[in-house]
């Protein structure tokens, strides 16, 4: 099917008008404060819609519609056991701390919680994980181009660059967020759009059932068997519902990053809790158009699986809408890559850079660094993308690099914020060793990555409780607004907080 020359059109006057929309806010950015926390000055509403755009990117409408083409609705456990009662637990009982805590990034506050290694330890592995997983999203574009468009897969990777790159090297995190906003309503549009016409095409929700049924029992089974190798449901039940969601929505510094630049702890709050109400639909756009494209072409094998979402585009809906839907995608993928490098430069300025290299420096001097890493980290992405190639699917990519470490991070947070007990040396070795934990069972075991990140999140807790209560307890003085029931004395609260924020 030929590209019309109305959705050319479209599709390139959006791609030439988001990034002069996010460069205009190049003009905001003073400090680097400015760059990495939009000057806190978030509000809620800008702090949803950037966090749902930021979530729902190209490994969504790639890796999840080729999850549903391979595995069926299994896949839309990621968006409602995978999400929506994280995302209360993290409005309610996680981001209160790390707003008052006033960091730049969850490394850092894992720092002032535990020690120093525990924050170092934590950046890299969080800054390396986004750093990598940048190269999943251009690999999933690259995917796209190719597949809608004819560019390219690695010519794509290089346009992906460009335009992501133009106003994030810039606008920070303030141009991030105010694009999120624009791309999160195109997503919508054009998703809606999508999956309407789909269903209309093979008639209904029925229609969808009686094609694929025959051929693959399974795909309507919501909780697949246990000797499933991707999706069993006992793994889907502990190692996503109790560990790599909530690691996810309460500990993921592209998604908590948001949050830290909220005007208030309110905003904070509150905009993470509204952003659990558009979730729960994000299966129609993202989950059911792989059924969809199964259901019309069930040849496609292998990693053209994961094409599933573009070849719907390109055959299925007339010209013009087609144009607006590749848009959609577009939004999708820029508003992950756009949040991706800008929370990994937060990192490694901050956490690495700024605590290692240079200690004390201009706030232009660290805005400056940070711009240099976000553009080291585009050509890095770009080298990386291919290796996506080594997996069974985007989605099983990007969830098996988090299972090395999510489980571990969120046991050590968890106590950490409320568990007074736990100290510093307990912090530290529940990290390293539930690390190593889910090390083991990846290279050496092979283990699906659900299972992965259960044992890995149990044996960091275990660690954590044991070595806490048999080394000495650190001093409350350390504790006061960073743990649960020990609040901030009331006498020079705004000082402490002012420090904080400083990062004194």
């Known amino acids: 099917m030929d590209i019309g020359g109305i959705d050319l059109v479209i599709v390139i006057v959006y791609l030439v008008a988001i990034p002069l929309f996010g460069f205009y806010f190049k003009k905001y950015v003073k400090t680097d404060k400015d760059y990495f926390l939009a000057g806190r000055m978030l509000p809620w509403w800008v702090i949803s819609m950037s966090i749902i755009g930021t979530n729902i990117g190209a490994y969504d409408y790639i890796g999840a519609a080729g999850g549903a083409y391979r595995f069926g609705i299994a896949q839309a456990h990621y968006e409602w056991i995978g999400a929506i009662p994280a995302m209360v637990l993290a409005a309610l009982l996680f981001v209160p701390y790390y707003w008052k805590a006033g960091v730049y990034t969850v490394p850092e506050f894992l720092g002032k919680r535990y020690n120093v290694a525990v924050r170092v330890i934590e950046a890299l592995l969080w800054g390396s994980f986004l750093a990598c997983v940048l190269g999943v999203f251009f690999w999933a574009s690259g995917l796209m181009l190719n597949e809608y468009l004819g560019i390219p897969v690695e010519l794509s990777l290089i346009v992906t660059a460009l335009i992501v790159g133009i106003y994030t090297i810039t606008g920070g995190l303030a141009a991030v967020a105010m694009t999120d906003v624009v791309q999160l309503l195109v997503m919508f549009i054009g998703g809606i759009a999508l999956t309407v016409l789909g269903l209309w095409t093979v008639g209904g929700w029925s229609g969808l059932v009686d094609k694929i049924v025959p051929t693959h029992p399974q795909h309507f089974t919501l909780f697949l068997p246990l000797d499933n190798p991707t999706y069993p449901w006992l793994g889907m039940i502990f190692g996503l519902g109790l560990v790599l969601s909530p690691a996810w929505w309460c500990c993921h510094q592209a998604i908590i990053q948001r949050t830290l630049g909220a005007r208030s702890e309110w905003d904070a709050k509150a905009g993470m809790m509204f952003a659990a109400f558009p979730k729960m639909f994000i299966p129609v756009l993202v989950v059911l158009p792989g059924l969809l494209a199964l259901a019309i072409n069930p040849h496609l ?177 350390k504790l006061e607004g960073l743990v649960y029931g020990l609040v901030i004395k009331d006498k020079g609260i705004q000082d402490v907080l002012k420090k904080r924020a400083e990062g004194k």
């Open 301 to 477: 094998a292998g990693s053209d699986m994961d094409k599933a979402f573009p070849w719907l585009i390109k055959n299925l809906l007339p010209t013009g809408l087609a144009g607006l839907v590749f848009a959609a995608f577009m939004a999708a993928l820029i508003s992950s890559v756009d949040s991706t490098l800008n929370s990994a430069a937060t990192l490694w300025t901050r956490d690495i850079y700024q605590r290692f290299f240079v200690k004390k420096a201009s706030d232009k001097h660290y805005l400056k660094v940070g711009r240099i890493l976000t553009f080291v980290f585009i050509l890095w992405a770009i080298a990386f993308a291919p290796l996506t190639k080594k997996f069974p699917g985007i989605y099983v990519a990007m969830q098996t690099l988090l299972s090395i470490f999510q489980g571990p991070t969120f046991a050590i947070t968890l106590l950490g914020i409320y568990w007074k007990r736990a100290n510093q040396w307990g912090g530290l070795f529940g990290l390293l060793g539930g690390v190593g934990i889910s090390t083991f069972l990846f290279l050496v075991m092979e283990w699906s990555f659900l299972y992965i990140a259960w044992w890995s999140f149990v044996g960091a807790l275990v660690i954590t409780v044991v070595v806490s209560l048999l080394t000495k307890p650190d001093p409350i003085e």
